[in-house]
């Protein structure tokens, strides 16, 4: 039996459904377990636009940006998905 984060991880992987979809999935499955919240976070680069879009589309709001952790080329976005 994998552990939980090993379970997420499979399933965010997995290339038969879109990550969309597999964002909403471990939502529903932490709901399952009781989380209150969920928070993800992703880099303020234009390479990672589709991150944010859909991170917003899925009903995250962004809750903050900071630093990435020891380089200052780069801006982390933290958006946050209540879970009730």
Not at 29 to 41: G, L, P, Q
Not at 51 to 67: H, V
Request: net charge positive; with cysteine.
């Amino acid at each position: 039996m994998h552990s939980i984060k090993e379970q997420l991880r499979l399933l965010w992987e997995k290339e038969d459904k879109n990550s969309a979809q597999n964002f909403l999935e471990i939502l529903k499955r932490f709901r399952e377990m009781n989380f209150k919240k969920a928070i993800v976070s992703t880099n303020e680069h234009e390479f990672f636009y589709p991150a944010q879009k859909m991170y917003l589309a899925c009903g995250s709001r962004e809750i903050r940006r900071f630093w990435g952790a020891g380089d200052r080329d780069y801006v982390m976005i933290e958006y946050e998905r209540a879970l009730f």
